[in-house]
């Protein structure tokens, strides 16, 4: 799937959609290539898990919402 962030597309695929439900805390999705695992926190906030791969906290949102809406959680 495609994202733009901040004027800049990101293409990102879904490792884990199958097991992917309304109570799913945790994505794991590679985005440019890269393996990104997303964990949403109590306060139902998007954050990176730590990795060699870092992206911006506000466009770890951003992906999280975008998963979030194409699967309906």
């Given at each position: 799937?495609?994202?733009?962030y901040r004027d800049t597309d990101y293409v990102y695929e879904i490792v884990?959609?199958?097991?992917?439900?309304?109570?799913?805390?945790?994505?794991?999705?590679?985005?440019?290539?890269?393996?990104?695992?997303?964990?949403?926190?109590?306060?139902?906030?998007?954050?990176?898990?730590?990795?060699?791969?870092?992206?911006?906290?506000?466009?770890?949102?951003?992906?999280?919402?975008?998963?979030?809406?194409?699967?309906?959680?």
């Open positions: 799937m495609r994202i733009t884990n959609g199958a097991s992917i439900n309304k109570e799913t805390t945790e994505l794991k999705i590679i985005l440019n290539g890269q393996p990104v695992t997303l964990l949403k926190n109590i306060n139902q906030v998007w954050m990176q898990q730590e990795g060699e791969f870092t992206i911006e906290p506000d466009l770890a949102q951003a992906l999280g919402r975008s998963v979030s809406l194409r699967y309906r959680m």
